[in-house]
């Protein structure tokens, strides 16, 4: 196939613009980088000096995930070897695969 001068030129353009993009994301990773580590040092020497708390700066998240207590959730089916599920998320191997052998999910249902 005879390439034209214009698809040529347009060809080489076309590469020269995927290196300039590829030196481009380079520089913007780069100064990227620096200036984060810039701001982490301002925002470090900051909370230093004026002895703010997570609390201070609005960062509840963390402070709600400390007084987080993890609860248990009642059982709610229970295998005929002693497996339980919460009924919660996805249903256990155990249950799935008696349902496909036709029994009934209820059978398995812990009376409260």
């Avoid at 913007?28 to 703010?52: C, D, N």
């Avoid at 005929?80 to 996805?90: A, C, Q, V």
């Avoid at 191997?93 to 349902?99: G, P, Q």
Wanted: with cysteine; glycine share 8%.
């Amino acid at each position: 196939m005879v390439q034209t001068k214009l698809e040529e030129k347009c060809m080489a353009t076309y590469r020269e613009l995927l290196e300039q993009r590829e030196t481009l994301e380079q520089q913007i990773a780069e100064a990227r980088q620096t200036e984060v580590a810039a701001a982490i040092a301002q925002a470090k020497q900051l909370i230093g000096e004026y002895g703010l708390t997570a609390a201070d700066c609005g960062f509840r998240g963390l402070a709600a995930l400390a007084g987080k207590t993890k609860t248990t959730v009642a059982v709610k089916f229970r295998g005929p070897n002693g497996e339980t599920w919460s009924g919660r998320g996805k249903a256990p191997n155990w249950l799935t695969s008696l349902e496909s052998q036709g029994r009934h999910r209820d059978e398995f249902l812990v009376s409260r």
